[in-house]
């Protein structure tokens, strides 16, 4: 990886974690603000994203119908890489990753601090930054078959995302 | 509507499996829910853990709909 391209990722990834961020916080101080809901609705509506997930309950959860441009894929200038990072950082101002965006979406809301928060915004940003991460690294045609690869693999993570759901769901209604 | 010529007695043992293996994965998920929970590894900090894996998970499922 030459030098251009590493300060453009380093570019993106920076955009991909304020992006992520700077969404965690408006739902933190709203909680703040308004007070924390109790544990038991997000179990609630960690059971039903889980369903979803899973595939039990079909309900279209497709976000914005913006799409990233093929044209963006290559991150190019470091302004261009850091504001193409913070928009998929967000999360929102393009098609949603997955049902358990929505759970990430409303922890901050019940949170005690902080503290609790941004690792998990953070986690978010790194998923998000592992494709285009491994494709910097690569060039040409192996950035095009680890897409493919990311693509597949992706296929199947909902089965981790709805075990994972579920279990914080009775976590949440043991409480 | 147009007719897929797919049996419908074909489509629906697929359809049953999935549901099936739906069930099998919740279930899954709850039976580690109870097992943390009861481990008393129901705390935030525990929690904050999941749910950082579940937003890396579905970081990575966003290269899917982009």
């Known amino acids: 990886m030459t030098g251009a391209r590493a300060r453009a990722f380093l570019a993106h990834g920076a955009g991909l974690a304020a992006g992520s961020l700077a969404v965690a916080a408006i739902p933190f101080l709203l909680g703040r603000a308004a007070g924390h809901p109790p544990a038991w609705a997000l179990g609630a509506l960690a059971v039903f994203l889980a369903a979803v997930s899973a595939h039990l309950v079909r309900l279209p959860l497709s976000g914005s119908p913006w799409r990233v441009p093929a044209s963006w894929g290559r991150i190019g200038r ?32 019940a949170a005690s601090g902080w503290g609790s928060v941004y690792p998990v915004f953070l986690a978010f940003a790194l998923g ?6 491994t494709m910097t690294l690569m060039s040409g045609e192996g950035s095009a078959a680890v897409v493919r690869r990311f693509r597949s693999i992706a296929t199947y993570l909902f089965i981790g995302e709805s075990v994972l759901l579920m279990a914080l769901a009775v976590i949440w209604f043991w409480r | 509507m147009e007719s897929t010529g797919v049996p419908a007695a074909l489509v629906q043992p697929k359809q049953a499996h999935l549901t099936a293996a739906s069930v099998v994965i919740l279930l899954s998920g709850a039976a580690t829910g109870f097992l943390l929970a009861a481990g008393n590894a129901g705390h935030e900090p525990a929690v904050v853990a999941l749910l950082a894996l579940a937003a890396l998970l579905s970081g990575v499922q966003g290269l899917r709909t982009d």
Request: glycine share 10%; proline share 11%; hydrophobic share 60%.
């Open chain 1, 78 to 109: 470091i302004p261009y890489a850091a504001v193409f990072g913070f928009t998929l950082g967000t999360g929102l101002l393009n098609a949603l990753s997955s049902p358990a965006f929505f759970l990430v979406l409303a922890w901050p809301l």
């Open chain 1, 128 to 133: 998000r930054a592992l494709p285009t991460g």
